[in-house]
């Protein structure tokens, strides 16, 4: 397939992919409430004439058979927004398109990787005739929750794939340039809540009560050892606590107090002696405190975001073949964790990051904030990306 032509098949179809993801930002959906968004994806891929299958309540899986025999990529995207209040100016200025729903936005770019990958549907389409092979696209609801990834990959079961490609907007990689770098891309995760017990009572007499906000704060002052004394100082476990509740009043001691966080990690095993000794400092701080805990949530996922390095020089090369090597970039990698990891697991493939970062015209704040926000010229880079990894792989 010509470069060229490519090119402008994929200039022609910027305007649609711009106009999707304006339409998507624009209406939000939360994990497991993505019934519109889903919709007009079905909407653009029964325009096209493709066959589709709904997974779970929301996600989707489309099929695009060549005219001629090969091998089976698969192109992901998710779809899930936030409940984040979006802002009306980015870190410069005002945005150009915002959510219209109050508390609820597309503030980690969701709404981008499905309209790319829509595009990059719109362009195999056209050029369906010359496909060697197959292209399966594949829409995840309810990422950001985690409760997408498991009917989605049942439902895949039935397909021979022989690979998988997403793309993820990046804040922190300059503008219009693109990872596609071999080995861990994205950490592994584990998630929890810990529910402090001990005994309320008036807080005029502490002595009568057994305080689960002192042991609680105590508690997250002692993990700090487990980070300076215990884990392997050549391998990265990140902790983080984003979130406490104890009580409602100011005199009135609570029975429990919990707080939630998550570690990151590449290396599963130290990812896995890391929450064990969290665990242990729990248990024995809130002994010496008279208090228990109780674990009500605890969500492992011991996958990496790794990219297949045959894959990733496939792609590397198919970019520098388009644009040049100065548009690829090398990252660290993101300690962010994705679903993206399963596929990868099955399907050897490429998670590339897009970057979105512009410091001059205030792109670059980072995912999940209010601030969040990208140009939209970028979008036809990750559109051209996906197509061209597809063609490329095809022809191996």
Partial sequence: MDNDRLKALVDETEAAIIGWKDLFHQNPEISLREEHTSGKIVEIIEELGLSWERVGEYGIIAYLPGKKPGKTVLLRADMDALPVDESEMNLKGRKKCCSLKKSVSHACGHDAHMAMMLGAMRVLYQIREELEGNVIFAFEQAEEVGKGI???????????????????????LEEGKISVQSGPRM????????????????????????????????????????????????????????????????????????????????????????????????????????????????????????????CSKIAEDGIAEIWGRDHLAKCPVWFASESMSLYQEKYPGVFAFLGIKNEEEGYGAAHHTKEFDMKESVLKYGTLSAVKYTLDFLKQ
Wanted: proline letters at 3%; charged letters at 20%; a negative charge.
């Fill in 187 to 310: 950490a592994a995760l584990t998630a929890f809540t810990v529910k402090v017990i001990g005994k309320g009572g008036h807080a005029s007499r502490p002595d009568l009560t057994v305080n689960p906000l002192m042991c609680a704060a105590n508690i997250l002052v002692n993990l700090n050892t487990i980070w300076s004394q215990e884990l392997d100082s050549t391998k990265v476990v990140t902790l983080g606590i984003a979130m406490m509740h104890c009580g409602e009043k100011g005199n009135v001691v609570a029975d429990f107090a919990e707080f939630s966080g998550s570690l990151r990690y590449t290396d599963v095993e130290e990812g896995k002696k890391a929450f064990q000794a969290v665990q242990r400092v729990c248990e024995h701080v809130a002994k010496a405190n008279r208090c228990s805990v109780e674990y009500p949530k605890i969500f492992e996922s011991p996958h990496l975001v790794f990219n297949d390095s045959r």
């Fill in 150 to 172: 498991d009917p989605m990959m049942a439902a895949l079961e039935k397909y021979a794939i022989d690979t998988c490609f997403g793309i993820h907007v990046f804040a922190e």
